[in-house]
């Protein structure tokens, strides 16, 4: 995600902001239609579609799709 991003790090104002507005701006943001991905919030995966509140110093984390084995 960071190559696709050209980030290693962003910080954003988390102000009236959930998982799926969050989903919404990176989409806008990064143009990323072009691929899945998640998001954990505080090392736990939430589905992007969730209204799970955003809360100041959470650790927000973009995660391109992997394979298990």
């Given at each position: ?52 509140a ?9 995660l391109?799709p992997?394979?298990?084995?």
């Amino acid at each position: 995600m960071a190559d696709l991003t050209a980030r290693d790090e962003e910080t954003i104002s988390l102000l009236m902001l959930n998982v799926l507005e969050l989903y919404d701006w990176l989409m806008e943001t990064y143009k990323l239609e072009s691929i899945p991905f998640s998001i954990a919030v505080n090392n736990e995966i939430v589905p992007v579609t969730s209204d799970v509140a955003l809360q100041e110093n959470d650790e927000i984390a973009v995660l391109p799709p992997y394979a298990g084995g």
